[in-house]
């Protein structure tokens, strides 16, 4: 699944190009991909049908579409393998896709963007924006404090400029679990997921068993340094890529799967100290550690 720098990637990519656009044409090619929609999907078209775009947002891995003069949102979730696409009026998106918006950018030009999604995981959906808990901007690219309902359980995460870390620390070490489980918790902390986790546990050397209640301030300014870190280093190379279900609006692939200590490197050795990664299983899907360098926590 996308995580916050692939998400925040196709957001950079959006944003200059439709940001003030007039959506001209919608067509649903599979009705699956609304699925979240409240509605009938013509009132999905009719809605969108003529509105302009404001700004691109995202917080965690939602993106939603600000409309002008509107109290509601395009919100769009990618799943395991949703794409939004930029192209031309002749451009095929190929036999994944989902929704086409027929665009005129605000200079005249006509633009198509493609909701392509092969597993239909992901989607579309229009929905109400309410004002946001704190009284910041919903998320980033967005000005205004508001968010979508569907959106407002979602925490902000770490590249947030209104994340409040104290509480973070607060809330991390009252929730009595594993502190990997507690990174992949949306509500608490958002964007992230096992690639981010597992490289961000590989560089402060933590577990990923090791009990949220023993994360002093300390350790958890470490860890928050580690993954803004990470974050910030894939959002630079594109995010991480190992098939073609994840590419930019260009349909280009991330690059930062070279640049893993941990995720995906069961097998060769810790870029660190030598010893070979393990994989091991957790909450049904894999962890990436060093044995040596982030030992099994003691018990107490």
């Known amino acids: 699944m996308p995580e916050l720098p692939e998400v925040d990637v196709v957001r950079q990519g959006l944003e200059p190009a439709i940001t003030g656009a007039l959506i001209e044409h919608v067509e649903i090619l599979d009705p699956r991909s609304l699925r979240r929609h409240q509605g009938p999907q013509e009132e999905f078209v009719h809605t969108l049908e003529g509105a302009r775009i404001h700004a691109v947002a995202r917080r965690g891995k939602f993106l939603w579409f600000l409309l002008e003069n509107s109290t509601g949102a395009l919100v769009c979730h990618l799943g395991m393998s949703g794409q939004v696409r930029l192209g031309t009026p002749e451009s095929d998106f190929g036999p994944h896709l989902r929704i086409r918006f027929d665009l ?11 909701f392509v999604d092969q597993r239909i995981f992901g989607s579309m959906a229009l ?39 104290k509480r973070f620390s607060r809330s991390l070490r009252a929730k009595k679990t594993e502190i990997k489980r507690a990174l992949l918790d949306q509500q608490l902390m958002s964007g992230i997921g096992n690639i981010y986790a597992d490289e961000a546990l590989w560089a402060t050397k933590l577990h990923g068993r090791f009990p949220t209640s023993r994360m002093t301030p300390g350790k958890t300014r470490e860890l928050l340094a580690a993954l803004r870190a990470v974050l910030t280093k894939a959002l630079g190379e594109g ?14 692939s991330g690059y930062f799967s070279h640049s893993l200590n941990a995720y995906g490197r069961s097998g060769m050795p810790c870029s660190r100290c030598g010893t070979i990664i393990v994989r091991e299983a957790f909450m049904n899907r894999s962890s990436h550690r060093c044995p040596s360098c982030q030992r099994v926590p003691r018990k107490r």
């Open 104 to 114: 005129v950018t605000d200079s005249g030009d006509p633009i198509t963007m493609g």
């Open 127 to 165: 929905d109400e924006l309410i004002p946001t808990a704190d009284g910041y901007p919903g998320g980033q690219g967005s000005e205004q404090a508001v968010i979508p309902r569907s959106v407002a359980h979602i925490a902000r995460d770490p590249l947030d400029p209104a994340f409040d870390e």
């Open 239 to 252: 995010g991480t890529s190992f098939d073609q279900q994840y590419v930019n609006v260009n349909g280009a």
